[in-house]
Nanobody, 118 residues
Framework: QVQLVESGGGLVQPGGSLRLSCAAS????????AGWYRQTPGKQRELVAA???????NYANSVRGRFTISRDNAKNTVYLQMNSLKPEDTAVYYC????????????WGKGTLVTVSS
């Protein structure tokens, strides 16, 4: 049993910064990738950023240049640094890790709310 626990969400001003953390309760076997998704009412959950086990990264066009994903394997933790935040970044952010023997295991956190508002 693996639990992912997100932290770092909250209320920030437009143009501000926030750093999200996602800590796994234990090491996950054979990780394929880790990432952050976000979702708002009326919209599909979308991939924000992802990082592979080899360190390659991918970003949604809407956040490229503003957000940075990173991880610390020794601490079983993945981070999302969010800069120059905009109101449209407001969403519940979810941590996700894919792994397992055949990359068939899919782990999700419960989500953390990020609100960007004056």
């Amino acid at each position: 049993q693996v639990q992912l626990v997100e932290s770092g969400g909250g209320l920030v001003q437009p143009g501000g910064s926030l750093r999200l953390s996602c800590a796994a309760s234990r090491s996950i076997f054979n990780i394929y990738a880790a990432g952050w998704y976000r979702q708002t009412p009326g919209k599909q959950r979308e991939l924000v950023a992802a990082i592979t086990s080899a360190g390659s990264t991918n970003y949604a066009n809407s956040v490229r240049g503003r957000f940075t994903i990173s991880r610390d394997n020794a601490k079983n933790t993945v981070y999302l640094q969010m800069n120059s935040l905009k109101p449209e970044d407001t969403a519940v952010y979810y941590c996700n890790v894919k792994g397992g023997r055949s990359y068939d295991m899919d782990y999700w956190g419960k989500g953390t709310l990020v609100t960007v508002s004056s």
